[in-house]
């Protein structure tokens, strides 16, 4: 099957080969996992059942209360912001549709060469567009509370049940009636319906004839609305998204002009440059060129990279209280975004506001941020995603530095941070032989052990320190049963807890339990406690004051 998302919006007429593919189901209520802001990867179907949020549906603003129904599409960016005194109550369906390839020469090809039936990722738009009419409210209330049932109680999660009621649910979602009248409400919702369609196809071939028609309206009367709403024309807004999406680009190393031009919608270089310096200023490679001075990182590890290169961040994530690592350089950093172990949608509210008012050249953030708030970032300042998961500390190292163009210095850095380690690595042969550490966190009561990311990337990797137990590459650190510490602890704890109430309670329960007094590292006063930074911290700063913390622990020079 394959996932590649068509270019095709329906309203509806051409349905026959549509399946829907049920994805997740979720409970919404003050503790619901929606973020301040989110980039929409698949359908979904917001039912409030209660309390009030303001809910920003790509550039339309609604309030969401209880009874209200609103029907979100992939590509669609959400922003979310709870009412503490009445938080949203309700249910929150995503799914996929999938529909049927067409029989061209292509297809037919692939079909040649397999028997499974060829369907692709497709969307399929209510006559209402975002928020559905009441009249099916209490219908759908009750299929997607059997829906969430079935998925969330073990001995109700019947496959083909599934199936059935999530198609039951879209049968009421897209059978609502529609309006035929077109009155001018209904205007401003078709301008920002090829709005989003300008955002998520902007590479593709647009003109006004295609937005006119997605519209539902003549060319003529599509462009006088669509000026009247934006001030300039819808061409000039398309290439205002291209040209946005390649400054983004060339930021980027190892990105050509031809490249880029291709992938924001451009056949040819010389004409995207010229359209390029017209609408920014500058040529593309003099915008390559330039110095970024007001970098935000919107990652925590990102500002330490920055750091390890004497870069000062316009705008980073802090907490002075738990970040002390990092404070020598708190007063010079402009604009403070909040950081805290539950990043509640007020806190990720406050940073965008800040993000705002610190404007940015440049915006750094990693997959998680661009998750929930790519989109929102976008029209701030250009952003940039490098993935913290899928690289390791190293490579986002050289990766950032190329961004900024510190090459030099980053190989530099690395160069004497590997002398160091080195040196260290030596020393630690003497002082702790054949000695296992491990790295236990207690961290909102849970019980935590660390494998090769964050201090253990540089204890276990670059330090040579035998762990007491290895977990799986990749995999930054796995809950243990207290049962688990008897084995997984070795001859030597480096203890984090934190300060919270779930954690000081379990670690008082725990130091007073007979299990721990029957640990090694316990019997032999080998239990290291630590301040949770720089060990948690995942960037060349913290890395390199590890190996000094070491050191000290274990009783080496410096």
């Given at each position: 099957?394959s996932?590649k998302?068509?270019?095709?919006i329906?309203?509806g ?14 409970m ?10 989110m980039h929409m990867?698949?359908?979904l179907?917001?039912i409030c059942?209660?309390g009030?949020a303001?809910?920003?549906i ?8 209880g009874?209200?129904?609103y ?8 922003e979310y ?7 949203l ?10 529909k049927?390839?067409?029989l ?9 060469t397999?028997?499974v039936?060829?369907y692709?990722?497709c969307m399929?738009?209510?006559?209402h ?8 409210f209490?219908?759908c209330?009750r299929?997607a509370?059997l829906l ?8 109700e ?11 039951e ?6 059978a ?11 205007h401003h ?5 090829t709005?989003?369609i300008?955002?998520f196809r902007y590479a ?5 004839e295609i937005?006119a ?7 003529w009367?599509?462009s006088?609305?669509f000026?009247?709403?934006?001030g300039?024309?819808?061409m000039?807004y398309?290439n ?6 390649a ?13 880029i ?12 440059s ?8 500058v ?6 060129r330039?110095k970024?001075s007001k970098?935000?990182?919107?990652s ?34 402009p604009y ?8 509640n949608?007020h806190?990720w509210?406050t940073n965008v506001e800040?993000?705002?008012q610190?404007s940015?050249?440049?915006?750094l ?20 995603v490098?993935?913290w998961?899928?690289?390791d500390w190293?490579a ?11 090459q ?17 690595r030596k020393?630690?042969?003497h002082?702790?032989g054949?000695?296992?550490v491990?790295?236990i ?7 935590l052990?660390?494998?090769?990311r964050?201090?253990?990337?540089v204890?276990?990797n670059?330090l040579?320190?035998i762990?007491?137990?290895?977990l799986?590459?990749?995999?930054v ?5 207290e049962?688990e510490l ?7 704890i480096?203890?984090?807890?934190d ?9 008082h329960?725990l ?9 090694k590292?316990?019997?032999?006063e ?12 995942y960037?060349?700063y913290?890395h390199?004051q590890?190996?000094d913390e070491t050191m000290k622990?274990?009783?080496g020079?410096l």
């Amino acid at each position: 099957m394959s996932s590649k998302v068509l270019p095709m919006i329906t309203t509806g007429d051409d349905t026959h080969d549509i399946y829907a593919r049920f994805r997740q189901s979720e409970m919404i209520d003050h503790q619901a996992s929606f973020t301040v802001s989110m980039h929409m990867e698949r359908h979904l179907l917001l039912i409030c059942t209660g309390g009030e949020a303001d809910l920003r549906i790509g550039h339309r603003q609604n309030l969401a209360t209880g009874g209200k129904m609103y029907l979100i599409l992939p590509g669609t960016s959400m922003e979310y912001k709870v009412n503490e005194s009445k938080p949203l109550q309700g249910l929150a369906i995503y799914f996929d549709l999938l529909k049927l390839l067409p029989l061209d020469n292509e297809v037919t090809t692939l079909r040649a060469t397999s028997s499974v039936e060829m369907y692709q990722r497709c969307m399929l738009r209510s006559s209402h567009m975002d928020e559905l009419p009441y009249n099916n409210f209490n219908e759908c209330v009750r299929v997607a509370s059997l829906l969430h049932e079935c998925v969330t109680v073990p001995e109700e999660n019947h496959p083909f049940r599934i199936q059935t009621l999530m198609h039951e649910l879209l049968t009421y979602v897209y059978a609502l009636p529609q309006e035929r009248k077109l009155s001018n409400p209904e205007h401003h919702s078709a301008l920002d319906q090829t709005l989003e369609i300008i955002e998520f196809r902007y590479a593709e071939h647009l003109s006004r004839e295609i937005l006119a028609k997605a519209a539902g309206l003549s060319v003529w009367h599509y462009s006088r609305v669509f000026k009247s709403q934006t001030g300039i024309s819808p061409m000039e807004y398309v290439n205002s998204i291209r040209m946005d999406r390649a400054k983004e680009m060339l930021m980027m190393p190892g990105q050509t002009i031809r490249n880029i031009a291709a992938q924001v919608g451009f056949q040819d270089e010389f004409y995207f440059s010229r359209k390029f310096k017209k609408h920014v200023g500058v040529s593309p490679t003099a915008y390559q060129r330039q110095k970024r001075s007001k970098i935000a990182a919107l990652s925590f590890g990102t500002t330490g990279h920055l750091l390890a290169l004497q870069v000062i961040p316009h705008a980073a994530l802090i907490d002075s209280r738990r970040d002390q690592h990092r404070d020598l350089f708190f007063s010079n950093i402009p604009y403070h975004l909040g950081r805290s172990k539950r990043m509640n949608p007020h806190t990720w509210q406050t940073n965008v506001e800040l993000l705002r008012q610190a404007s940015p050249d440049l915006i750094l953030c990693n997959e998680y941020e661009a998750q929930r708030l790519k989109r929102t970032l976008q029209r701030i300042a250009p952003t940039i995603v490098v993935p913290w998961r899928g690289l390791d500390w190293r490579a986002h190292f050289e990766q950032v530095a190329l961004i900024v163009g510190q090459q030099t210095q980053a190989q530099q850095w690395l160069e004497r941070y590997d002398r160091k380690a080195a040196n260290a690595r030596k020393q630690l042969r003497h002082l702790l032989g054949k000695d296992t550490v491990s790295i236990i966190h207690i961290m909102m009561g849970h019980l935590l052990i660390y494998g090769r990311r964050n201090g253990g990337a540089v204890l276990y990797n670059d330090l040579g320190v035998i762990p007491a137990c290895d977990l799986a590459p990749g995999q930054v650190y796995r809950a243990l049963d207290e049962q688990e510490l008897l084995h997984a602890t070795g001859d030597r704890i480096l203890l984090i807890v934190d300060q919270d109430q779930d954690s000081q309670q379990r670690w008082h329960s725990l130091q007073h339990s007979e299990l721990w007094h029957q640990l090694k590292s316990v019997q032999n006063e080998q239990v290291y406690p630590l301040h949770e930074m720089p060990w948690l911290d995942y960037s060349p700063y913290a890395h390199d004051q590890i190996i000094d913390e070491t050191m000290k622990l274990f009783g080496g020079p410096l």
